[in-house]
T-cell receptor, first 111, second 116 residues
Framework: TQLLEQSPQFLSIQEGENLTVYCNSS?????LQWYRQEPGEGPVLLVT?????EVKKLKRLTFQFGDARKDSSLHITAAQPGDTGLYLC???????????FGTGTRLTVIP | DTGVSQNPRHKITKRGQNVTFRCDPI?????LYWYRQTLGQGPEFLTY????????KSRLLSDRFSAERPKGSFSTLEIQRTEQGDSAMYLC??????????????FGPGTRLTVT
């Protein structure tokens, strides 16, 4: 069974704090995407990583893909209330045509 | 670029009724995917189309579910004889797949189905 685990499941922090969420699997991904989803809406694509060791930055968000392409992390600097939402990682395994999603990290940033 | 659209956004139906959802993908995208998301879970893959051909179905797609993409543009997902366990958010996504590309899927806003 191919499992994609995200941690923590829930995270509540004060505005201005930094945080990191993790996405781990025992299998190698051909690519990995991070999405943010708000209640009642579809996931919105934040970033795609493909190469082992790759680091991408999107304003205050930094995404890292593990060297072995089995894990990834999302770091948010100086969190803001607008960052509140469900953060989902989704991986594509070699030869797969669909994405396999983790259960997500639900982030709440308190003003 | 208007993004992926889905209709209706919400549907409440009684157990045993049939429902149909529509998805309009991003116009130049050749692949279209259907996912289902239940409360507290990430989306789960149901099926996908390459142009008008349905190329893969998940084990989650029971015989009561059928999807079509007749002209390679919009797609419909029909659920027959709905059950309470079908209550979920049904998400559509599209992507442009070509040599060396196609990792990124763009999602619509979803259709929230409630079966009473």
């Amino acid at each position: 069974t191919q499992l994609l685990e995200q941690s923590p499941q829930f995270l509540s922090i004060q505005e201005g704090e930094n945080l990191t969420v993790y996405c781990n699997s025992s299998s190698v991904f051909s690519s990995l995407q991070w999405y943010r989803q708000e209640p009642g809406e579809g996931p919105v694509l934040l970033v795609t990583v493909v190469t082992g060791g790759e680091v991408k930055k999107l304003k205050r968000l930094t995404f890292q893909f593990g060297d072995a392409r089995k894990d990834s992390s999302l770091h948010i600097t100086a969190a803001q209330p607008g960052d509140t939402g469900l953060y989902l990682c989704a991986g594509a395994w070699p030869g797969a045509n669909n994405l396999f999603f983790g259960t997500g990290t639900r982030l709440t940033v308190i003003p | 670029d208007t993004g992926v659209s889905q209709n209706p956004r919400h549907k409440i139906t009684k157990r045993g009724q049939n429902v149909t959802f529509r998805c309009d993908p991003i116009s130049e995208h050749n692949r279209l995917y259907w996912y289902r998301q239940t409360l507290g879970q990430g989306p789960e893959f149901l099926t996908y189309f390459q142009n008008e051909a349905q190329l893969e179905k998940s084990r989650l797609l029971s015989d009561r579910f059928s999807a079509e993409r007749p002209k390679g543009s919009f797609s419909t997902l029909e659920i027959q004889r709905t059950e309470q366990g079908d209550s979920a958010m049904y998400l559509c996504a599209s992507s442009l797949v070509s040599v060396g590309q196609g990792y990124e899927q763009y999602f619509g806003p979803g259709t929230r189905l409630t079966v009473t």
